[in-house]
Nanobody, 113 residues
Framework: QVHFVESGGGLVQPGGSLRLSCAGS????????MTWHRQAPGKAREWVAT???????FYVDAVKGRFTGSRDNAKNTTYLQMNSLKPEDSAMYYC???????WGQGTQVTVST
């Protein structure tokens, strides 16, 4: 059974940083295209970043230059380093294997003074 467990969220001031982690299980993690998504209250869930099996990364324009995705296949874990955080980055963040219909519980990121 596929599982995703996100962690690392919290409350941070504008301009601050957070590092999210997502542990995946129940599938071949090293072969998986891993994606990050976020959902703010009252808004649709949106794609944020993709980390390909070989480490290539892709980002939505709103986070380019501020967020960095990575992965450790030995730990079945993908990461999202978030720098220069803005209030509009506040959302519940989720990871997912590309093509999966399963979602984890997410981790809350709040950027506020």
């Amino acid at each position: 059974q596929v599982h995703f467990v996100e962690s690392g969220g919290g409350l941070v001031q504008p301009g601050g940083s957070l590092r999210l982690s997502c542990a995946g299980s129940g599938f071949s993690f090293s072969d998986a295209i891993m994606t990050w998504h976020r959902q703010a209250p009252g808004k649709a869930r949106e794609w944020v970043a993709t980390v390909a099996p070989g480490g290539a990364t892709f980002y939505v324009d709103a986070v380019k230059g501020r967020f960095t995705g990575s992965r450790d296949n030995a730990k079945n874990t993908t990461y999202l380093q978030m720098n220069s955080l803005k209030p509009e980055d506040s959302a519940m963040y989720y990871c997912q294997e590309f093509g999966s219909t399963t979602w984890g519980q997410g981790t809350q990121v709040t950027v506020s003074t």
